[in-house]
């Protein structure tokens, strides 16, 4: 069968050699193929065929149904649902042939589907039994959200009332911790909308969430678990709220140190493992005891002191274990010596604290770690001391003492916190050497409620074991008030012979044994013989009253 030559002029100029391929392949004649609408090509052509699509029943599908792409799929869909023309045509135009088919299966009318805002979800809508008025005032939500928060009986008006771009189970926690709206927009905006969730979790307000700056929720609910006001935690250089958690618990504080200070305390951690290894463990650090100017920590049986004067310190430390180690060799060959000739041997003790390798980058000293505690915190634990337990201590400090007087160096900073017992090895040990001194011309830094002359110090740490009191003051508890006062009776006793008689009266009433009294008398006495510029006082000055005080412990302890 052959076509007039109109016909066959328009069948060249509409169909193309892959026109041709599709409707060949179909067996279709072309006179039957140019009676569909221009709009269709030779595969839609063929497929409109084979699915029993008429040029009539095409051509009142809506232009949407059909052309190129997907519309041919479309439109078969449509027909094989048994979608009329003039009810597929009523879909709003976001519909694809696909929906509306699905749609008209399961009953939902053009009129019922278009009444959603999100009609191409009718269906879902319709299956979870949400009214087109109630899922159309959900706004800004998808429709998974509005579902959830449907079945959750959150009614559009109050999750629509949340400032936030919340999502559906977000917004279900705000509700289920009473947070409302209003509470909602009093969290600062740089709180998103999960960290706002996770802080009302915890059950944190906005007023106090809203003063840590920087902080995200998380990290503040660790600041807060341990107790890190928002003052404090910006004073650490760009630590995470996690570390500055741990750092605070274990006792380091930002205060005392300026920001390149603090810097290079973040930098040191990086470099010496710490920063990871409190993250990680920091069940294996605890703090050992913290001061004014550093901390020292306990990390599996190694103890570290953190200073800003750490290189200082340390180096005053070996002077004094330098001249012990000589110290120690002329004794081994003595106690060598005395056991060949079955002589009582001397124990081999230092009662300075020792360091356990190199100062790191000028704030970390390695030290050995002293098992007990401070004499400070067993008094605070009303711990109460035998007298010998006390002459043994006091007799420990004085040759700690003399280990850094042989070594020009003078501590001036005896004081009960300061001094440590040991329990391994049944001794005192003196620590911290941060405001010690060897140099001659140096002017006083003495601690106020211990201050004066190391042996004066002495004295006062010995009447406090005894009493549990200060001798210059009744107070049990260190404050700002019984410091100025110490200091203003302690001088007085140097210059002043009544007050001294007083006080020395004082120790033979408090003092009961006639023993610890005389030392204390006598440390006392010694120490006025040095006076509180102890580094300018003559050597064979002080090398006096050392051997007064050295010869009453001995005296008694015999």
Known sequence: MSLDEDAQEEYDKRFDALDLYFLDKANIPLEKAIKYSRRFDGAHIALFIKKGI???????????????????SELGSIVDAGVPPEIANRYKSRLNGFVIADLFKIGISPEKANSYKKSQDAAIFVGAKIPPEIANSYKRFSTYDIITLFRANITPEIANAYSRPFKADQIIELV????????????DPIFTGWQVVHLVQNGIPPEIANRYKRFAAPEI??????????????KYPGFGGSLISILHKIGIRPYGFSSKQKETLFELFKKIGLNKKIKEEPQEFSLIDTGSSGVILLYRENAWKFSLNAAYEARLIRLTMNLTRNRSFIKKAIKYIGRRLGLASCKDTSHVISTKGDVIEDIAIPLEYVHGSNIEKLIEKNHKFEDRTIEKCGYDVFKGLEELNAAGIYHRDIR????????????AVIIDLGIATDDPNAMPKDNRRYGGSDLMSLGQLMYKMATGHNLFNEYSKPSL????????????????KATRVDYLRKVGQKVKDIKLRSIIRTCLRAGLTVGEQQNLTPKDTRERAYAQVRGVFKRHMS
């Open 176 to 187: 289920k911790f009473m947070c409302s709206p209003e509470k909602e927009m009093a969290y």
């Open 481 to 496: 008030e019984a410091a100025d006062d110490i200091e203003r009776l302690r001088k007085q006793f140097y210059y002043d």
């Open 54 to 72: 008429s040029p009539e029943q095409a051509r009142r599908y809506g232009k949407r149904f059909g052309g190129s792409g997907l519309g041919s």
């Open 416 to 427: 009960t916190s300061n001094v440590i017992i040991d329990r391994k090895k049944d001794r």
């Open 221 to 234: 609910v660790c600041l807060l678990k341990a107790d890190v006001d928002p003052i404090e935690a910006s």
